[in-house]
Every structure is written in structure tokens, then in C-alpha cells.
């Protein structure tokens, strides 16, 4: 059976003065992951590496990592696609917790910041008594369905050139999601969130490096995303602004059946 030679850079700041790389001997297998390797290293080997991980099928977006100088996922990255020499990293662009496992904290709540959720003026009075249902067209949904499918393992933003010399830039990801729902014709909250992206760590910061769509593992193209989203930042802008046509609403009759409201 083939042997992995398999490099971890540690670092633990609460004592440690700087990083190390520590190399670990791993038996491979047909069908290993990266993450099969340090679970094996972790288990059998050293219990004192910190790794984050849960899924194991490329769905939670707790695994992101540095491997070989690439952000992946380290549950789908095979090793027989990678080599026995496997340099494994902590993420760029977030703080250390240990080891492998960096801080989310600031990018979720870059997340949060951007309202990623559907939102409508009456928001309140619809959660409680739905009024109807809101439909969206195929092309409509061609529109943004791509970036529904982010997972928010934050290999984007670690990818991200503008990330790494501006902390406060808002990111690929949060840049993104913002764009989803101002596309989605269902939310009516797109001009707080043009308001929110258009400003001095926002939109504008992007320089469409395209790093962050190069790694995103669910296909997500980030990069495309924030350049529809410039196109809405300036769309508000400008002084011949068009209304977002609104999503077409149905309204059931005393019959039960539905039919299409104002
Ligand atoms: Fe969930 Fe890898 S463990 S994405």
C-alpha cells in the first residue's frame, strides 16, 4: 500500500511563536480523501491536530483548506488526484484558531450584513398571513440560481487578492450573495443592499481578479456575480434608473384558485 507524506502547518497562537510544518506518515487507499488523511493522522497519530470538518460530502463547507498552495475542500480532493505529497494549510485571508481550523466569524457576519434572505416591505404582516404566492420565471431564475448554491466554505474569500490586503473588504462571497437576492424579483430590499455594497471596502474594491470563481467548489462563478452586481449599483445610480420589475404575484378567489394580482 502506497504511504502519503503528509506536511500540516500548525500553528497555535495561544503558544506557539510562529507556525511549523509537521510531517505525518499516512497509508493510502483507493478512494482516500485529504480529509481521510487527517482524520487517520488525527486518530492514530497525533490527537493534538485541529482540524474542522462534518459533511464529509462537499455540503457543509466546514473543510475549507489550503492543499498543495490551493483552497479546496479537503472531504472531496482525492488524493490519487493530488499525489503522496501532500502540503496541507490553514485558509488565507482568516484569522488562525489552530491549526487548520481559521475564524469564521467576520465572514459570516459580512454574510449577515448583506440581509441574505428574501424581504419584503410588509415582511412582517406577510410572514404571519401569506397573502399569495410569488412566482419566478425560468429566466428569472437563470438569472441568479447559480449563487443559491453556495455553501459558504469561504475558499472565495480566501482566494481573494483584494481580501488579502484589505480586511474589511466585504468579499466575493457576501458581494455575491448580495447579488442574489437583488436579482431574485421576489425581495424588495435591493436598494439597502445597493447602498450597503456601495461604499469604500465594497463593490467597487474588486478588481476581477476571478481567484475566487477558480476555486469555488460547487461551480459558483463569484466573479461574474459581483459584475451583475456593479451593473445594479450603477442601474441605481444613474439618473435614467429603471424600477426592478416585480415578481408576478397570485391571489387566490373565494374558490380557492389563483389568480394573478395587480
Ligand atoms: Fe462538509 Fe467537507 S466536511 S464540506
Avoid at 506536511?7 to 510544518?21: A, L, N, Q
Avoid at 484558531?97 to 466569524?105: A, G, K, N, Q, S
Amino acid at each position: 500500500m502506497a504511504e502519503l507524506n503528509l506536511r500540516v502547518r500548525r500553528f497555535d497562537p495561544s503558544v506557539d511563536r510562529g507556525p511549523r510544518i509537521q510531517e505525518y506518515t499516512v497509508p493510502a487507499h483507493d478512494g482516500m480523501t485529504v480529509l481521510d488523511a487527517l482524520i487517520y493522522a488525527k486518530d492514530r497519530v497525533d490527537h493534538s491536530l485541529a482540524v474542522r470538518f462534518s459533511c464529509r460530502m462537499a455540503s457543509c463547507g466546514s473543510c475549507g483548506m489550503k492543499i498543495n498552495g490551493r483552497p479546496r475542500l479537503a472531504c472531496e480532493s482525492q488524493v490519487s488526484q493530488l499525489g503522496t505529497d501532500l502540503t496541507v494549510e490553514p485558509m488565507d485571508n482568516f484569522p488562525i484558531v489552530r491549526d487548520l481550523v481559521v475564524d469564521l466569524d467576520g465572514f459570516f457576519e459580512k454574510h449577515s450584513m448583506v440581509a441574505p434572505h428574501l424581504s419584503r416591505k410588509n415582511d412582517g404582516r406577510e410572514q404571519e398571513a401569506p397573502s399569495g404566492e410569488y412566482l419566478v420565471t425560468p429566466e428569472q431564475l437563470d438569472s441568479f440560481v447559480q449563487f443559491t448554491y453556495c455553501i459558504k466554505c469561504g475558499l472565495c474569500n480566501s482566494s481573494c487578492p483584494t481580501g488579502s490586503t484589505d480586511a474589511s473588504f466585504l468579499g466575493p462571497q457576501a458581494l455575491t450573495q448580495a447579488y442574489r437576492y437583488v436579482a431574485d424579483p421576489r425581495d424588495e430590499a435591493g436598494e439597502e443592499r445597493i447602498d450597503l455594497v456601495d461604499e469604500t471596502h465594497g463593490i467597487w474594491r474588486c478588481h476581477f481578479a476571478g481567484t475566487c470563481s477558480a476555486v469555488c467548489p460547487k461551480g459558483v462563478d463569484p466573479a461574474l456575480g459581483i459584475q451583475l452586481m456593479k451593473r445594479h449599483v450603477m442601474a441605481a445610480r444613474s439618473p435614467f434608473r429603471r424600477r426592478k420589475k416585480a415578481g408576478t404575484k397570485l391571489f387566490p378567489n373565494p374558490n380557492g384558485e389563483l389568480l394573478k394580482g395587480p
